[in-house]
């Protein structure tokens, strides 16, 4: 499966070039619009045809990282999908209660985290050990906070809030509490 | 001129203050206060630099939250609020030419804003009261972590700012339905139908069709201010609400916070609080680009009524666009979520995209154009969205936004870029080209000290956007801190980058004082010796 970090790399190199191209349009721009030229008026064609390929660009986005991204599928439905294990965890002034100290995991498991408030709006992200994200989603009080997982690879991670519940929020992390252990099989 | 003598009277004494009108004098107060809260904002995003790389000694850990809910609040309400209300106070009524509404209106959306925003940036410094500007429930009663009287004046100067945005949303519909005194009933109905895009809607239906009477960055600046008047009443809303609390445990009462969903709150605040970044702050910017692109090409707007029909549908998707917001909230919906979320958000691509080519063809239509200080700053705020729109658009992804919601990304490539490079940029344009109109013909003191403005702020504020988001992809979180120096190569880069910024805001603003002097700059506080509505002096 495409890890996180190989669809953050995408995004990089993506968003990279794409920076690259913007900047030498406007300078390329700024050196025209100053220089010697006909004041030729541009042609409707050219704006109608960019108009067709931001729309195309803007609804192809969400259709490639829907159909690419292996979690994006699973995230909007995952009521239709049996979890391997459940972790449920609760979060109460500023701490994390966690149902054991380290929550071990199988390669190929499919993870729910079931994660309450109790009092503030917080975060629940997974880290690597270089710091990188995994994963991460809110955690509001009073409402159901789920995330399906599926862990392909085996590691250590870190827990840690991703959202700001005030200064002490800072310190919300559990470090190298999930333990991703190579694959049991289940024949 | 010696440099004492520029330092008091101006660049060759040019600016009088005496000889300004009320309105100038009203729209120079509103800028000068914009800028020295931008100084402000600068200064404390610098500390906040400094701190993401080592701990400052100075500055304790909920000083520096404090610091992060004030800095953005300071940026939006005191400074661009500020410029830009002050610059379309001064703009509706000239290009409508008649007088403004209410000078004396406009005098209190100032004082209000500029009052409002110290009240709430000081309870922040002396109570350390640190919700952020996304107050989630119930963080902002949560009076364990916070002061209940400091979150009492923080909210109260919010408020105060509230108030004021809303004389500034009246004061822009009167002026343009109004009839001055002694002039013709003028049609006020069909001026708002204008205005506010109903007269193109009804023409795409109609055989007659009706001609558009309010010029197109006046009805930019109308459907702007209709995002104004709504994001005033969600903030206002939430404001009171969050005041009820406050009160009720200064009176020794416990109010039970779970009373509210917290869920559903997140939805409405942000719903009123994304008609400011997805709403007003694209319309005007739209409207501010077509405004400076015909007066800087002298040509008439390319594709005119697609411009003023993208401005309408921007208006309405900045209705529709909050669940981006709420992304990695498992409970909301998946419908808004896919809808709201993600496909009505990608309007804002076409939408900026329309305005970014529009602008640009226009300007193409005049040349060869003179690389005059509007132009060059225009292009950067071009630049700084083009940048930053398709930045936005990633993290409003289902997919992305698992792994970049609340990272440095969102922050850095989309937030600061729009705002210090498109934001900003534009209005410096705005300045540059209201200048010499606004101040009977002042002239800049430096020419270079422009060109180290312009190079200082492009190149930082674009570098800064990009270290951080850098250190987002990495995995930094924004609203959070790193004590071990985890990412402190992005964030030492991002530090530098942000001197660069103070450098290039230090040109601008010394530049700005040796043009109009000591003298000059004190004289735009005083009363006007002119009894007269007309923008600029007669003769």
Redesign the interface.
């Known amino acids: 499966m495409v890890d996180?970090k190989m669809?953050?790399t995408g995004?990089?190199l993506a968003?990279t070039l794409?920076?690259i191209v913007?900047?030498l349009l406007?300078a390329w721009?700024?050196i025209?619009?100053?220089?010697?030229?006909?004041?030729?008026?541009?042609k409707?064609t050219l704006?109608y045809t960019?108009?067709g390929f931001?729309?195309v660009?803007?609804?192809s986005?969400?259709l490639i990282?829907?159909n690419t991204?292996p979690?994006?599928e699973m995230?909007?439905h995952r009521q239709d999908y049996k979890p391997d294990k459940t972790f449920v965890i609760t979060v109460k002034d500023h701490q994390f209660i966690m149902p054991s100290e380290i929550l071990s995991i199988n390669v190929n498991d499919k993870v729910l985290f079931d994660v309450k408030s109790e009092?503030?709006?917080y975060?629940f992200?997974l880290?690597?050990a270089?710091?990188?994200?995994?994963?991460?989603?809110?955690v509001?009080?009073?409402?159901?906070?789920?995330?399906l997982w599926n862990f392909d690879r085996e590691g250590v991670y870190t827990i840690?809030s991703?959202?700001?519940?005030?200064?002490?929020?800072?310190f919300m992390i559990k470090k190298d509490a999930v333990h991703v252990l190579p694959a049991i099989n289940k024949n | 001129m010696s440099f004492t003598k520029t330092l008091l009277n101006g660049e060759q004494g040019l600016f009088k203050s005496e000889t300004l009108t009320p309105m100038q004098k009203l729209t120079l107060r509103f800028v000068v206060v914009g800028l020295i809260y931008f100084g402000f904002v600068v200064i404390e995003g610098m500390l906040m630099r400094l701190y993401e790389v080592k701990p400052l000694p100075f500055i304790t850990e909920p000083q520096f939250f404090a610091i992060l809910t004030a800095h953005p609040l300071v940026g939006i309400f005191g400074s661009t609020y500020l410029i830009v209300f002050g610059a379309f106070l001064f703009l509706v009524p000239f290009l409508m030419k008649k007088p403004l509404w209410s000078i004396k209106l406009g005098n209190w959306t100032f004082i209000l804003i500029a009052i409002g925003t110290f009240t709430f940036w000081f309870a922040g410094f002396v109570s350390h009261y640190a919700p952020l500007y996304t107050l989630y429930w119930p963080l902002p009663a949560d009076f364990k972590q916070f002061s209940v009287w400091g979150g009492t004046f923080f909210i109260t100067g919010i408020a105060l700012v509230m108030v004021g945005s809303a004389f500034f949303v009246i004061n822009i519909f009167k002026t343009i339905t109004y009839t001055p005194e002694g002039w013709d009933k003028q049609p006020s109905k069909a001026l708002l139908a204008s205005a506010l895009g109903i007269t193109g809607f009804r023409n795409l239906f109609t055989k007659n069709k009706k001609e558009h009477i309010v010029p197109l960055p006046v009805a930019a600046v109308a459907r702007g201010s209709v995002d104004v008047a709504l994001n005033t009443a969600i903030i206002l809303f939430t404001g009171v609400l969050i005041l009820v609390y406050m009160i009720a445990a200064i009176m020794g009462f416990d109010l039970k916070s779970s009373a509210i969903d917290a869920l559903l709150y997140k939805n409405w605040f942000w719903w009123g609080l994304d008609l400011i970044a997805d709403g007003l702050v694209l319309i005007f910017v739209a409207g501010t680009w077509y405004l400076l692109a015909t007066m800087i090409s002298g040509k008439p707007l390319f594709m005119q009524n697609i411009a003023r029909a993208a401005l309408l549908v921007e208006l309405i998707v900045s209705w529709t666009v909050w669940s981006h917001h709420l992304l990695s909230d498992q409970a909301q919906p998946a419908i808004l979520k896919v809808l709201s979320g993600e496909m009505v958000t990608a309007f804002e691509l076409i939408t900026q995209g329309l305005a970014f080519f529009i602008t640009l063809a226009t300007l193409w239509s005049a040349r060869p154009l003179k690389m005059t200080n509007p132009l060059k700053f225009l292009l950067a705020g071009l630049l700084g969205f083009a940048l930053a729109v398709p930045a936005g658009i990633m993290q409003a992804d289902v997919g992305l936004n698992r792994i970049l919601h609340n990272t440095q990304w969102v922050v850095g490539p989309h937030v600061h870029v729009a705002i210090l490079v498109g934001l900003n940029m534009t209005l410096y344009s705005v300045i540059y080209i209201l200048f010499p109109i606004v101040t009977n013909g002042a002239k800049m003191y430096s020419q270079k000290l422009v060109n180290v403005h312009f190079w200082c702020h492009l190149i930082g504020g674009i570098g800064m956007g990009a270290f951080m988001g850098m250190a987002g992809l990495k995995g930094m979180l924004r609203r959070s801190l790193y004590i071990n120096g985890e990412f402190n190569l992005y964030m030492i880069f991002a530090a530098i980058c942000g001197t660069l910024l103070l450098i290039g805001f230090i040109a601008f603003f010394y530049n700005i004082l040796m043009s109009v002097g000591i003298k000059g700059v004190i004289g735009i506080f005083t009363p006007s010796k002119l009894k007269t509505k007309d923008l600029v002096p007669a003769n």
């Open positions: 996180s669809v953050l995004q990089t968003y794409y920076c913007i900047i406007v721009f700024s025209k619009v100053t220089g010697k030229g006909n004041n030729l008026a541009v409707p704006f960019f108009v931001l729309t660009l803007g609804v986005l969400h990282t829907y991204i979690w994006a995230d909007l009092d503030l709006t975060g992200g880290f690597r270089d710091n990188s994200m995994m994963f991460q989603m809110q509001v009080p009073g409402h159901r906070n789920d995330i840690r991703t959202e700001y519940s005030g200064p002490k929020g800072v």
